[in-house]
């Protein structure tokens, strides 16, 4: 079964960093791209970076300034496969605020993003920017 776990998100004030992290786990051998997407109030769901297994990175382009995305070694227990991922915000503002998603490729997935069809989604993690 594949467990996708946000962390990380809060309020903070403008031009504040948050770091989020991800534990994924479970996922079948031939997911290799990674991403974090996010969505605003009352808008669609928009893709913000993804990463591959050999750390190739791709951004949204009106993100990729402020927004770093990174990764912990894959491990392997039995069968079960692990990773982490990371998504270091910087100068936030006001307008960033919104659930953030960790997301592992599915094949068919319904979602592309970056060149990766995506399908296991965490449960969101909230980050609010105010002053």
């Known amino acids: 079964q594949v467990q996708v776990v946000e962390s990380g998100g809060g309020a903070v004030s403008p031009g504040s960093s948050l770091k989020l992290s991800c534990s994924a786990s479970?996922?079948?051998?031939?997911?290799?791209?990674f991403a974090w997407f996010r969505q605003l109030p009352g808008k669609e769901v928009e893709g913000i970076a993804t990463?591959?297994?050999?750390?190739?990175?791709?951004?949204?382009?009106?993100?990729?300034d402020r927004f770093t995305i990174s990764q912990g070694r894959a491990t392997r227990s039995g069968d079960i496969l692990s990773h982490s991922l990371y998504l270091q915000l910087d100068n936030l503002k006001p307008e960033d605020a919104a659930t953030y998603y960790c997301?592992?490729?599915?094949?068919?997935?319904?979602?592309?993003?970056?060149?990766?069809?995506?399908?296991?989604w965490g449960q969101g993690t909230q980050v609010t920017v105010s002053s």
């Open positions: 997301v592992v490729e599915r094949a068919f997935g319904p979602t592309y993003f970056g060149g990766c069809r995506f399908g296991y």
């Open positions: 479970g996922y079948p051998y031939n997911s290799n791209c």
């Open positions: 990463i591959r297994g050999d750390g190739t990175a791709n951004y949204a382009d009106s993100l990729r």
